[in-house]
């Protein structure tokens, strides 16, 4: 059997084993040895499957003490000028620009996304520190005019407390900046519990806030806070009455542990759970720029977004001219290490996550459903890595599916799987597009506006995230990012996402000498 060393990794990267390459850096990025030796919490790359690092874990008791700090941070930076707190998101925009290619590289090592796509989410990092400095200067209020003589009246929002993050491993930083740069401008303090796969990208993204942090200087100690640990962590931001709101990124079964324990003590929830997203295919679509868009969100990131293509509908029209096309690209998309440049499709993040995927194309296929790919590929090169060849299944194959595949296509398997579905009445499409218990992102491809617009409207798409001649994956920072039914509701990002993380007053002023009541009401005492 090869060393470790003689896998893919070890083709580009000659003279050092991946776990030196973790190390510096880390190193670089100013984490201490001691924050990923000898502790409990076994770290490995899915690139190779290798151990990179054993990480300290919190216990229970200095995770209160931590939840305490940071209250008493927020206690503190609540009273910094909102201008000046959003110098403290520049300062870190500023230091994630500088440490892009780093920890780009990291994520590529912890999660195994490509390259490209590793150094994309620290730009969705710098994109919103970028959004939330002009935020910190626009967290107005409305003046509302009062029924009563010389009255005003008019809305002011307060920062809340403690905002409690979790995060899950396939965006593990993106996901953590979207909550802290709009909290922290909006006078609120962190909290943040990262996956359990993904700690030492949450190590790295610590350091190079704490930079920041000194740059700034002068901010309350734990003002940010990075709890690693296991659920019972999460569990205690979840119970904690020191934090009002939780920002909880992760799958439907996560949430639905999650809501119920928030709503019991009246906490607030941004819940960003399952998707199941599709992409209706119209007789008129560019059939070049849809197959880019389903090759990029059905196989990116090995099929684990949440914004992954899941479902394709497509017009029984183009459907014989598509489809081939479509097992063409499956078929010689390059899979293999993610920090080659040429490569597209990475690893699965674990062996789990591997049988999982296994699991729900037998199903598939016991169903009788006709299955392209899915097999694992460069199992000798890595044998405790889990590389796949992206999967497509055929469910329009059937006339009438069996009901084990209808049940398969509406549930969220957090891997390469695209099931296509066939169509011929537009209403039909729409229908089937909204048969599904989540809703996060959606699109059509067509020419047809009258297609387009409904699609758009309130008889069309049910998902928080609906687009037009692009794919599901790969939104913007600048707009509100979530989704309805069993994706949780909640919206993380742009657009006015920080009014969650803020109190809204309204208050009513009286600057005239009598005291007229609302609604005429007259309650004279003399
Ligand atoms: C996720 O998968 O949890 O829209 C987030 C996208 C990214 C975010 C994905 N901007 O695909």
């Given at each position: 059997m090869p060393p470790p060393t003689r896998n893919l990794y070890a083709s580009h990267e000659q003279n050092m084993t991946i776990k030196h390459e973790v190390e510096a850096l880390l190193t670089r990025l100013g984490v201490p040895v001691t924050a990923y030796t000898g502790g409990d919490l076994t770290t490995r790359t899915p690139i190779t499957g290798e151990i990179i690092a054993h990480v300290p874990t919190i216990n229970a008791a200095d995770a209160t003490q931590a939840i305490a700090q940071a209250h008493a941070a927020f206690l503190e930076w609540r009273t910094v000028p909102?201008?000046?707190?959003?110098?403290?998101i520049r300062l870190l925009g500023e230091e994630l620009r500088a440490e892009l290619p780093t920890l780009g590289r990291l994520v590529t090592i912890e999660t195994g996304k490509i390259l490209s796509e590793g150094q994309g989410e620290v730009q969705e990092?710098?994109?919103?520190?970028?959004?939330?400095?002009?935020?910190?200067?626009?967290?107005?209020?409305?003046?509302?005019?009062?029924?009563?003589?010389?009255?005003?009246?008019?809305?002011?929002?307060?920062?809340?407390?403690?905002?409690?993050?979790?995060?899950?491993?396939?965006?593990?930083?993106?996901?953590?900046?979207w909550n802290a740069a709009l909290a922290l401008v909006c006078g609120n303090a962190v909290v943040w519990k990262p996956s359990e796969k993904t700690p030492l990208t949450a190590l790295a993204t610590q350091a190079i806030f704490d930079r920041a942090a000194e740059k700034f200087g002068n901010i309350p100690k734990g003002l940010a806070t990075l709890l690693i640990g296991d659920a019972t962590v999460g569990q205690q931001l979840v119970d904690s009455p020191l934090i009002p709101l939780v920002s909880a990124t992760g799958s439907t079964a996560m949430g639905r542990a999650v809501a119920p324990r928030l709503a019991a003590r009246f906490a607030r929830a941004i819940l960003e759970l399952g998707?199941?997203?599709?992409?209706?295919?119209?007789p008129t679509a560019d059939l070049d720029l849809t197959l880019r868009a389903i090759a990029f969100s059905a196989m990116g990131t090995a099929g684990?977004?949440?914004?992954?293509?899941?479902?394709l509908i497509v017009h029984d029209s183009i459907y014989d001219q598509l489809i081939p096309q479509l097992k063409k690209v499956y078929g010689s998309v390059v899979i293999g290490d993610p920090g080659e440049p040429n490569?597209?499709?990475?690893?699965?993040?674990?062996?789990?996550?591997?049988?999982?995927m296994q699991k729900a194309l037998a199903e598939a296929r016991t169903a009788g459903a006709t299955i392209t790919g899915g097999d694992r590929v460069l199992t000798q090169e890595n044998p405790e890595a889990f590389y796949v060849r992206p999967a497509l299944v055929e469910v329009a194959a059937q006339t009438n599916p069996h009901p084990e595949l209808i049940k398969l296509v509406k549930h969220e398997t957090f891997a390469p799987i695209l099931y296509v579905l066939k169509y011929s009445d537009f209403h039909d499409a729409l229908?089937?597009?909204n048969d599904v218990p989540q809703g996060l992102s959606s699109s059509i491809f067509t020419m047809n506006l009258r297609e387009a617009e409904q699609f758009l409207s309130a008889t069309g798409s049910d998902c928080g995230i609906a687009n037009v001649n692009i794919g599901t994956s790969g939104a913007e920072i600048g707009g509100a990012f979530g989704g309805e039914k069993e994706t949780g509701g909640g919206r993380e990002s742009g657009s006015d996402a920080w009014k969650q993380y803020m109190r809204r007053a309204t208050n009513t002023i009286n600057y005239g000498t009598d005291l007229p009541l609302a609604q005429g009401v007259s309650f004279d005492i003399d």
């Open positions: 909102a201008p000046k707190r959003g110098e403290l990092m710098i994109d919103i520190c970028t959004f939330a400095v002009g935020l910190s200067r626009q967290l107005a209020g409305l003046t509302v005019p009062s029924e009563r003589p010389r009255h005003r009246m008019m809305e002011t929002w307060h920062p809340l407390g403690v905002v409690g993050i979790i995060s899950a491993f396939n965006f593990p930083v993106a996901v953590w900046s998707g199941n997203n599709a992409a209706i295919v119209a684990q977004r949440c914004t992954t293509l899941r479902r490569t597209l499709v990475g690893p699965l993040i674990d062996e789990r996550s591997f049988n999982v229908r089937l597009h």
